[in-house]
């Protein structure tokens, strides 16, 4: 999916690194998908730009619909990223200029790493349960692995652990001594939390990662904070334990790395280091050279936008 800021953001990331345990509530902002698919974008915000390699997390629906495609977003280019989509409802149809084609369904993941570049579109399928929620998140690929060939891969089932009170899966590093078989190119961890009613969860953590929370259904307890779905709860580092409560049926996603530790700049579905990295992204997107073709598609791919002022500019 894109992200249509303007202007390319930078992250001051080392400035914000909490070393010690933490809750920093950022509230997502409202964003536009597609034709028309509201969504709680919770990162990037202006408080928070990275966490760990977690530089994007869109959380859409949940929504029902009786005709069309709530999810419709044509050919689009990206670089220097990995997506990590998951749904929680629904469906959606993938198809990139490797060739790939991938019917996602709840409890799957796709994973796209874009390396130097790739092509993709993300669709509603014609054959669908006509609802739909989830989440889409990007990772940063680090420095010296930023240029690998872009690659997609689909996993059918992924590690669930079993806790008193809940359960988590992990759909992508590791976490209580489970490993997701997603192909991860730094230190991470990303999955999905559901916390029973009334009920209390301990869940081991690595203490020197930075972690975040963000709550897709009811409502968590963390000492003594309440925290509801459409905010970014960033956590620090530290925590060897996050003890959690549930209010309702609660689903969360768990997001966490070790400090990234790089200054990355975002533009459009660009994730570069410098502004010339990204005009020349936007040119060869142009030029239709580097990206590829998406096969398959019904309609014209995404015109990128016009690049505002110098995109370098540290603010
Ligand atoms: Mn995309």
New binding site residues.
């Given amino acids: 999916?894109?992200n249509l800021a303007s202007s390319p953001q930078p992250d001051p990331c080392a400035a914000e690194i909490r070393s010690a345990p933490v809750i920093e509530g950022h509230p997502a902002r409202e964003a536009i998908l597609g034709p028309g698919l509201k969504l709680r974008r919770a990162l990037p915000t202006t408080g928070r730009r990275l966490v760990g390699p977690w530089c994007f997390l869109d959380h859409f629906g949940p929504i029902a619909y009786e005709s069309g495609k709530p999810v419709d977003?044509a050919p689009?280019p990206?670089i220097g990223l990995q997506?990590v989509t998951w749904l929680i409802e629904g469906e959606l149809l993938h198809k990139d200029s490797l060739g790939y084609e991938s019917l996602i369904r709840p409890g799957e993941l796709n994973l796209m790493t874009a390396g130097r570049g790739i092509a993709?579109s993300?669709e509603t399928p014609p054959q669908n349960s006509g609802r739909i929620h989830g989440v889409?998140l990007w990772v940063a690929l680090p420095d010296i692995e930023r240029h690998v060939a872009p690659t997609f891969n689909h996993y059918d089932s992924l590690p669930v652990v079993q806790f008193e009170g809940g359960r988590a899966t992990t759909i992508i590093g590791e976490l209580a001594e489970t490993r997701s078989p997603a192909t991860a190119y730094s230190p991470i961890v990303g999955a999905q939390l559901i916390v029973d009613d009334r009920a209390s969860l301990a869940l081991p953590l690595d203490s020197g990662f930075e972690h975040a929370l963000v709550v897709l259904e009811g409502v968590i307890h963390l000492e003594g904070h309440k925290l509801l779905p459409g905010t970014l709860y960033y956590l620090g580092m530290g925590r060897g334990t996050l003890r959690l409560k549930g209010e309702g049926l609660v689903r969360a996603m768990l997001v966490g790395g070790a400090p990234f530790g790089e200054q990355v700049l975002m533009w459009w579905?660009f994730v570069a280091r410098t502004p010339e990295e990204i005009a020349q992204a936007r040119e060869d997107w142009l030029r239709r050279r580097r990206f590829g073709e998406v096969r398959g598609y019904a309609g014209a791919r995404l015109e990128a936008p016009a690049l505002q002022g110098h995109p370098g500019t540290r603010r």
């Fill in positions: 999916m894109s977003v689009h990206h997506t993709h993300e889409q579905n």
